[in-house]
């Protein structure tokens, strides 16, 4: 009895050994292949100095092997990809372990510098795996833009603004009693959240049929595929006009997803 019980034991424990020594076996054979939810990944015009929304990449493993990623690694001219794998940031990662049937989720954030230029900026970087003699480039791309950033502003002089750039706005933005805001044909003026223009002296929007002011969030990808922040009320305050306005024209002008358009306080 003894002696069937030490078998039994020790029956177990090579049982244990096999599959341990399987888990822990990864395959060097090149036709096992891993898988890759893009290869493409777009991000829609992105302002410079200003981090992204986080977007992601997954990455799966479909077969019955485990998979070591040799190399993970970001090639970029520009870099303003934000690249993170398992915890982890940075342009290169070595030796990623993605075991059967499992998955790993690759994040990605941009940040561009101030270009000095006012046309957008096409930028155009890949991420590159290498594992089992295979390589498999992902495409990452966006557009840079260059802004007027303004946080908080004041305008306590007669200004003017022209359509050369973006205007960014944080916060309140406040024309101050006795002050006219100029803006010309084809300006566009981005808002962030609770972003609001508050008019005391007077605004003045010059656009047109062709070239309209546009008044929008600055959110500028999707909720949902299918579904831009764009469409969506409520992405900014929206242009309020106080009792002490005065003389104000608004021609041409779009301005859409605030919580309002354009509301006037009465004299009362």
């Known amino acids: 009895m003894k002696n069937l019980f030490l078998a039994f034991i020790f029956a177990c424990l090579c049982a244990g050994i096999f599959f341990s020594c399987k888990d822990d076996y990864f395959t060097g054979n090149s036709s096992y292949k891993i898988s890759f939810s893009t290869d493409t990944l777009s991000f829609d ?3 410079t100095t200003i ?3 986080t977007r992601r990449i997954m990455v799966y493993n479909r077969t019955s092997e485990n998979i070591r990623i040799e190399n993970i690694k970001l090639h970029s001219n520009n870099n303003c990809f934000q690249i993170n794998v398992n915890g982890k940031s940075g342009t290169e990662f070595q030796d990623v372990e993605l075991r059967s049937k499992d998955s790993l989720y690759i994040f990605v ?5 101030k270009l000095g230029q006012n046309a957008p900026l096409h930028i155009l970087d890949s991420l590159v795996f290498k594992y089992n003699n295979n390589l498999h480039k992902i495409m ?3 557009y840079g833009q260059d802004v007027h950033l303004l946080q908080n502003e004041k305008i ?3 200004t003017r603004w022209t359509n050369d750039k973006p205007y960014l706005i944080y916060d309140t933005l406040s024309v101050e009693n006795g002050v006219k805001l100029t803006i010309d044909a084809g300006a566009r003026l981005y808002f962030h959240n609770k972003a609001t223009m508050v008019v005391k002296g007077t605004l003045n929007v010059e656009g047109d049929a062709q070239n309209p ?3 929008r969030g600055d959110r500028l990808d999707n909720l949902f595929s299918s579904l831009p922040y764009d469409k969506i009320s409520g992405q900014w305050g929206g242009i309020l006009l106080t009792k002490e306005s005065t003389g104000n024209r608004i021609n041409g002008a779009m301005i859409r997803n605030g ?6 306080d009465s004299e009362e």
């Not at 954030?109 to 510098?113: E, Y």
């Open 259 to 264: 919580v309002f358009g354009i509301q006037v």
């Open 213 to 215: 002011v546009i008044f």
């Open 109 to 113: 954030q941009v940040m561009i510098d």
């Open 140 to 142: 990452l791309q966006t």
């Open 45 to 47: 015009t992105v302002f």
């Open 51 to 53: 981090v992204t929304p």
């Open 156 to 158: 306590t002089e007669n």
